[in-house]
């Protein structure tokens, strides 16, 4: 849903660069910078949580689909649990970068002066959403006794 808000937001503001520079030779400045480190970012990482909640990750489970039923809770839970550590670290690290980013106001090299510190906690924003999303998913899985 959030992402994509940012999507049409980022279709929105490419078009008008594209026809501004077309109809008058002058553009939006910065598109490149606020599509790369703004659009971009949040639409892909704020939408972790969603995409793990639908059970839209891609999988690949071609033999467990042939194991009985407690193997492939088993092994969903096994992964669940992968997932919870996996995505807690990116969270935790991915929130320290955010810290770090933050205090130091983090900029790139542009024409202009362009922070790029707020897009940082879209990261671990994205991360805890996942890990929660997982949590739900393996709470969801152990009480109807199936993998999702």
């Given at each position: 849903?959030?992402s994509a808000?940012?999507?049409?937001?980022?279709?929105i503001?490419?078009?008008?660069?594209?026809?501004?520079?077309?109809?008058?030779?002058y553009?939006?400045?910065?598109?490149?910078?606020?599509?790369?480190?703004?659009?971009m970012?949040?639409?892909?990482?704020?939408?972790?949580?969603y995409?793990?909640?639908?059970?839209?990750?891609i999988?690949?489970?071609?033999?467990?689909?042939?194991?009985?039923?407690?193997?492939?809770?088993?092994?969903?839970?096994?992964?669940?649990?992968?997932?919870?550590?996996?995505?807690?670290l990116?969270?935790?690290q991915s929130?320290?970068?955010?810290i770090r980013?933050?205090?130091?106001?983090?900029t790139i090299?542009?024409?202009f002066?362009?922070?790029?510190?707020?897009?940082?906690?879209?990261?671990?924003?994205?991360?805890?959403?996942?890990?929660?999303?997982?949590?739900?998913?393996?709470?969801k899985?152990?009480?109807?006794?199936?993998?999702?």
């Amino acid at each position: 849903m959030v992402s994509a808000v940012f999507v049409v937001l980022m279709m929105i503001h490419v078009t008008a660069d594209v026809l501004l520079r077309t109809i008058s030779d002058y553009g939006i400045t910065g598109t490149l910078e606020v599509v790369s480190y703004y659009y971009m970012v949040c639409a892909i990482f704020l939408a972790f949580g969603y995409v793990e909640l639908q059970n839209q990750h891609i999988r690949v489970d071609l033999f467990v689909q042939q194991m009985p039923r407690s193997a492939q809770v088993f092994l969903y839970v096994l992964a669940c649990l992968a997932g919870l550590a996996f995505f807690g670290l990116l969270a935790w690290q991915s929130t320290l970068d955010a810290i770090r980013a933050t205090k130091s106001s983090e900029t790139i090299m542009s024409n202009f002066l362009f922070y790029v510190w707020p897009s940082r906690w879209a990261l671990p924003i994205g991360f805890v959403g996942c890990v929660l999303a997982v949590l739900c998913n393996l709470m969801k899985s152990l009480t109807r006794w199936r993998a999702l």
